[in-house]
């Protein structure tokens, strides 16, 4: 069975330090991989996109950026930290395969506290 | 582009209650629509979908879903609540503007079961 792995759980950073989140899923290949950010509220922001190794679709301008160096890993990087990043931040994966189009499974999650 | 919308911000319901959730859609072609339920500081969990076929659709945890294509309604349905229903669910649906790699997602509806 197919699991996702998200760390470190919870983080707290001040303002300007840099940010390293990390996201890996097991048991599937070339998923599709997402980061969103869950502020608080409850609304999801799709931020990034990826369909394959090194192919990263952004969708909100802004002082993050992603990665995707292997197949099952996905980076959510930041320079510098503003204020504004805090929130809950969610990686989630999905495999186009008869039967099951299109749904995204979602990890645990990372609650980022920028201070 | 496609979107779901979650009218009410807070369902209330008393334990043993049945439970409904609303969604509406808005496509273009035939929808691919969605729920998941979120518990705090947790990730999405994926509750049910519905791509084509009958229109009542049964999913995890005793719940179900009606697929209404004359009002454009996919509601989430329980016949008796309970206490650990309490959650943020989710309606989302296929986003064929992007390669059909994304979903587009309500705003949340916030479901509290009274004991």
């Known amino acids: 069975s197919q699991t996702i792995h998200q760390w470190p759980a919870t983080l707290v950073q001040p303002v300007g330090s840099p940010l390293s989140l990390e996201c890996t899923v097991e048991?599937?290949?070339?998923?599709?991989l997402y980061w969103y950010r869950q502020a608080a509220g409850r609304g999801l922001q799709l931020l990034f996109y990826?369909?394959?190794?090194?192919?990263i679709s952004s969708e909100v301008p802004q002082n993050l950026s992603a990665s995707r160096p292997q197949d099952r890993q996905f980076i959510l990087s930041s320079k510098k930290l503003l204020l504004s990043d805090s929130g809950f931040y969610l990686c989630?994966?999905?495999?186009?395969?008869?039967?099951?189009?299109?749904?995204?499974?979602f990890g645990p999650g990372t609650r980022l506290t920028v201070t | 582009a496609q979107s779901v919308a979650q009218p009410e911000d807070q369902v209330n319901v008393a334990e043993g209650n049945p439970l409904t959730v609303k969604c509406t859609y808005s496509?273009?072609?035939?929808?691919?629509l969605f729920w998941y339920v979120q518990y705090p500081n947790r990730g999405l969990q994926f509750l049910l979908k519905?791509?084509?076929?009958?229109?009542l659709v049964k999913g995890s945890y005793g719940f179900e879903a009606e697929f209404n294509k004359s009002q454009t309604s996919f509601h989430l349905k329980k016949p008796s609540a309970l206490v650990s229903d309490s959650a943020l669910y989710f309606c989302?649906?296929?986003?064929?503007?992007?390669?059909?790699?994304?979903?587009?997602f309500g705003k949340g509806n916030q479901v509290v079961v009274i004991p």
């Open positions: 989302a649906v296929r986003d064929i503007g992007y390669g059909n790699n994304r979903l587009a």
């Open positions: 519905y791509i084509t076929g009958d229109n």
């Open positions: 496509v273009s072609g035939n929808p691919y």
């Open positions: 048991g599937t290949s070339n998923p599709n």
């Open positions: 989630a994966w999905s495999v186009l395969r008869t039967g099951s189009p299109y749904e995204q499974y």
């Open positions: 990826s369909v394959g190794i090194g192919q």
